[in-house]
């Protein structure tokens, strides 16, 4: 009996080693689906084009679409009116999506990778206490030529000030940083634009070392 013992462990020990063995490719199938997926389902998007807009919520890619739903942004009701828009500036892959709210605002999805959108926060200032970060800075506008990125907020409650942040696209910081707050009086698209705030020029003495 003891010896019927030993070779049934023997051959149920290679039944299952042989099993992993087979196993293991099935378990990375799905992550190299997913990934080749999400490049067709870019590919058939953008058709080699670095900037287009889409206002058909059916035509986003599902990927994004489940990074917006994950971040609380309604992008369907208003995407005919103020359509999502794809953009490509040297290796960084944007999405800036309106969502629409009370007070809508524009939310960023950094699409470099395309299985795993990531939502872009922005610096913001947190009147009283100094500055902090946003996903919603208000309704962005896009210059790809300077690769400034501009964001308007307010509100619907009228008389109320304005607010205007400048970004820009840097390749040494991979991000966007802020070069301006402005606010304007009395608001609701109305009155001039006085700076608040202007990045420093940082002289070679203090300028930060890369990490």
């Given at each position: 009996?003891?010896?019927?013992?030993?070779?049934?462990?023997?051959?149920?020990?290679?039944?299952?080693?042989?099993?992993?063995?087979?196993?293991?490719?099935?378990?990375?199938?799905?992550?190299?689906?997913?990934?080749?997926?999400?490049?067709?389902?870019?590919?058939?998007?953008?058709?080699?084009?670095?900037?287009?807009?889409?206002?058909?919520?059916?035509?986003?890619?599902?990927?994004?679409?489940?990074?917006?739903?994950?971040?609380?942004?309604?992008?369907?009701?208003?995407?005919?009116?103020?359509?999502?828009?794809?953009?490509?500036?040297?290796?960084?892959?944007?999405?800036?999506?309106?969502?629409?709210r009370i007070v809508g605002s524009h939310q960023v999805f950094d699409?470099?990778?395309?299985?795993?959108?990531?939502?872009?926060?922005?610096?913001?200032?947190?009147?009283?206490?100094?500055?902090?970060?946003?996903?919603?800075?208000?309704?962005?506008?896009?210059?790809?030529?300077?690769?400034?990125?501009?964001?308007?907020?307010?509100?619907?409650?009228?008389?109320?000030?304005?607010?205007?942040?400048?970004y820009q696209l840097t390749e040494q910081s991979r991000s966007f940083?802020?070069?301006?707050?402005?606010?304007?009086?009395?608001?609701?698209?109305?009155?001039?634009?006085?700076?608040?705030?202007?990045?420093?020029?940082?002289?070679?003495?203090?300028?930060?070392?890369?990490?």
């Amino acid at each position: 009996m003891r010896i019927v013992s030993i070779s049934s462990a023997f051959i149920l020990a290679t039944v299952l080693l042989w099993a992993s063995v087979g196993a293991a490719p099935a378990q990375d199938r799905p992550a190299t689906d997913d990934r080749r997926e999400a490049g067709m389902e870019w590919h058939g998007l953008a058709k080699g084009r670095k900037e287009f807009e889409v206002s058909d919520p059916a035509l986003l890619p599902s990927r994004l679409v489940l990074a917006a739903q994950q971040s609380g942004c309604n992008y369907k009701e208003q995407i005919k009116e103020a359509p999502t828009r794809f953009i490509t500036v040297r290796s960084h892959r944007f999405v800036i999506v309106f969502c629409s709210r009370i007070v809508g605002s524009h939310q960023v999805f950094d699409f470099s990778n395309l299985q795993r959108p990531r939502l872009v926060e922005f610096p913001f200032v947190a009147h009283p206490e100094g500055f902090g970060t946003t996903s919603d800075p208000g309704w962005i506008t896009w210059n790809t030529e300077t690769g400034i990125l501009q964001a308007v907020s307010g509100s619907d409650l009228c008389p109320t000030p304005g607010g205007r942040h400048t970004y820009q696209l840097t390749e040494q910081s991979r991000s966007f940083v802020l070069l301006r707050v402005e606010i304007q009086h009395p608001g609701c698209g109305v009155g001039e634009w006085t700076t608040i705030w202007d990045a420093p020029q940082w002289s070679p003495l203090t300028r930060p070392k890369p990490p």
